[in-house]
């Protein structure tokens, strides 16, 4: 017991230092990388410049800053709202258009000219745009028996929050007031996987939507735009 007792203390000695030793490599090597990850992130602040942005948004005023104006792709609808949008959402958005994810002819186009810094001030922008402006106003009153079933069947508020305009996650997207063509046009865009010329390619929606008809669909496109929230359209002229 007594020879047993040192060599096992010398043995454990030897072991925490030896464990001692590669946590210190370790550490170091941790701090290396946290170092070498601190020089390269500056560049790439996470963060957009909505004044940076300004002198980009005249590629997008055409669309998005004109009230009630149309698109056409799928079929015709209502450019969607993106002012008073959370920039983390719009900057997810806008890379899925540029990756392919969301198949879109114009967006892929448009965003497949920004960098990673556009977007993050267009997205920033467009966040703060409009927030000076009254709310819209919702129509008022609680879901039918029925749109309330869809509503519960999908969980819908889970995710897109109380009133659907609070989301539960910044990259999530705020539903509340959106035009209910384009929401419409989104929700089978989602059923839409794989496909090399239409839909989204997103795994939590997808999930969603499976098992809606679309006439359960425009009900829900329907009720949702009915909703008041933050999101506008901000008519901008292309001379300001
Ligand atoms: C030619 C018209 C047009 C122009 C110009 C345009 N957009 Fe769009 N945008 C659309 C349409 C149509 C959609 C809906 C696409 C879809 O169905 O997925 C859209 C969708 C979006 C979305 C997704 C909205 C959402 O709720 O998911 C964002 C973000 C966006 N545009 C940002 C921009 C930005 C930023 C610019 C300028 C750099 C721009 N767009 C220029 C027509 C346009
Ligand atoms: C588990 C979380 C979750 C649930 C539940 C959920 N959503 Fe979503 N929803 C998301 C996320 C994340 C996105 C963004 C996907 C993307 O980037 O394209 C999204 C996007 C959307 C969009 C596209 C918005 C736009 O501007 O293009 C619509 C419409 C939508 N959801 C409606 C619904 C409805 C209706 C329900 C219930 C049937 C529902 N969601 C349930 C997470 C969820």
Redesign the pocket.
């Given at each position: 017991m007594k020879t047993l007792r040192p060599q096992k203390s010398i043995a454990g000695h030897t072991l925490s230092n030896t464990a001692i030793k590669a946590l210190l490599g370790a550490a170091a090597f941790g701090a290396g990388l946290a170092l070498t990850l601190l020089a390269a992130s500056p560049a790439k602040a996470a963060t957009g410049n909505p004044e940076a942005a300004k002198a980009?948004?005249a590629?997008?005023i055409?669309?998005?800053g004109i009230p009630g104006?149309q698109?056409s792709?799928p079929e015709v609808h209502k450019?969607?709202m993106?002012a008073g949008?959370s920039a983390a959402?719009?900057a997810a958005?806008?890379t899925a258009?540029q990756k392919g994810d969301?198949k879109?002819p114009?967006?892929k186009g448009?965003a497949a000219s920004?960098s990673e810094q556009d977007i993050l001030d267009?997205?920033a922008y467009?966040e703060t745009l409009g927030k000076d402006l009254p709310a819209k106003a919702g129509k008022g009153g609680a879901p039918s028996a029925a749109v309330t079933a869809l509503l519960q069947r999908g969980n819908c508020l889970s995710c897109h929050g109380e009133n659907l305009n609070k989301p539960i996650d910044p990259s999530y997207?705020k539903l509340a007031g959106?035009h209910g063509d384009?929401l419409y046009?989104?929700l089978k865009?989602y059923q839409t996987q794989g496909s090399a010329s239409m839909g989204?390619n997103n795994a939590i929606m997808a999930g969603q939507v499976k098992g809606y008809t679309h006439a359960e669909l425009k009900q829900l496109a329907q009720y949702i735009e009915s909703l008041g929230g933050d999101l506008k359209t901000v008519p901008q002229s292309r001379f300001k």
């Open positions: 980009k948004v590629m997008c055409g669309c998005h104006y698109a792709f450019v969607p993106i949008q959402y719009l958005a806008l258009y969301r879109h114009t967006m448009i920004l267009l997205s467009y997207p959106q384009y046009v989104a865009a989204r």
